[in-house]
């Protein structure tokens, strides 16, 4: 009899094993910031839910760890980042994440809260740029295409400080993490802020920045998962889903400019 229980709850556990997965099956994960991402994140959630799909949104604050779960495979994919800051955070990291689709862009602005327009920033104005190297050369291309700086190659996506061949208003630069950018409005003359931070901060990219990138923006903000996973029925479905006239819809009207449709 004993034998007989003892056999039975090993195939109980067993069972319990082998029905986890099959539970799992219907659940997507997903690594995003809060804003807009996970906002948009959570409007195609119902969408997913009639087609079987489990959305499950996981918000970070950092740029980093997005990448990392999703590599470790704690995470199934990740919404918040450009092709060149994927690329050069494959490069560093030696992972390789992949591109799912394009969703939306969001135009990367400066700000200040000590002068109305870029024309009073005074000669020697302090500026702060976020410090990871994408969006760091983001902010050089956006305050070079408006004749702040001169860069040896305008057009060169991962341009760096040393890139500057001229300085004629004796700009002094500080790189930050970019989550950190909008909590130096008070400290310094003109900080260059992701919109997605600016837009948690209460900034109004439309009406606040002093510089804004068009509409013409290469930086698109992508879903990205892994060779592994990209063509999995359910990614393929957020994917879908992410694209669709609803969640342009949305962008369009929840933004106001702020955040523009990729597709």
């Known amino acids: 009899m004993r034998l007989l229980l003892a056999t039975l709850a090993t195939a109980l556990i067993l069972l319990a094993g082998c029905?986890?997965?099959?539970?799992?099956?219907?659940?997507?994960?997903?690594?995003?910031?809060?804003?807009?991402h996970a906002e948009i994140l959570k409007q195609v959630q119902p969408i997913l839910a009639k087609e079987g799909v489990n959305l499950q949104i996981r918000v970070f604050a950092d740029y980093v760890q997005p990448n990392t779960q999703v590599a470790e495979k704690n995470i199934d994919l990740n919404y918040f980042q450009t092709k060149p800051y994927l690329d050069a955070f494959n490069r560093e990291?030696?992972?390789?994440?992949?591109?799912?689709?394009?969703?939306?862009?969001?135009?990367?602005?400066?700000?200040?809260?000590?002068?109305?327009?870029?024309?009073?920033?005074?000669?020697?104005?302090?500026?702060?740029?976020?410090?990871?190297?994408?969006?760091?050369?983001?902010?050089?291309?956006?305050?070079?295409?408006?004749?702040?700086?001169t860069l040896k190659d305008p057009a060169n996506e991962m341009s760096t400080q040393k890139d500057i061949t001229a300085n004629p208003k004796h700009l002094k630069f500080r790189e930050l993490e970019a989550a950190m950018l909008p909590r130096t409005l008070d400290e310094v003359?003109?900080?260059?802020?992701?919109?997605?931070?600016?837009?948690?901060?209460?900034?109004?990219?439309?009406?606040?920045?002093?510089?804004?990138?068009?509409?013409?923006?290469?930086?698109?903000?992508?879903?990205?998962g892994r060779p592994d996973n990209q063509d999995d029925p359910r990614v393929?479905?957020?994917?879908?889903?992410?694209?669709?006239?609803?969640?342009?819809?949305?962008?369009e009207q929840k933004y106001h400019g702020a955040v523009l449709p990729a597709f």
């Open 19 to 36: 029905s986890a997965p099959r539970e799992d099956a219907h659940t997507l994960t997903v690594a995003a910031t809060a804003v807009p």
């Open 93 to 149: 990291h030696g992972t390789h994440l992949v591109i799912v689709t394009g969703v939306h862009i969001e135009p990367f602005g400066a700000y200040s809260r000590k002068y109305k327009s870029i024309d009073q920033l005074p000669d020697g104005a302090s500026v702060t740029l976020p410090n990871d190297p994408s969006n760091n050369s983001r902010a050089l291309l956006l305050l070079a295409k408006h004749g702040l700086i």
């Open 189 to 224: 003359d003109l900080a260059l802020i992701n919109t997605n931070y600016a837009l948690a901060a209460g900034l109004n990219p439309t009406t606040d920045a002093l510089l804004i990138e068009d509409k013409n923006s290469p930086y698109v903000n992508y879903l990205v």
């Open 236 to 251: 393929q479905k957020l994917a879908k889903a992410l694209n669709s006239p609803e969640v342009k819809a949305f962008i």
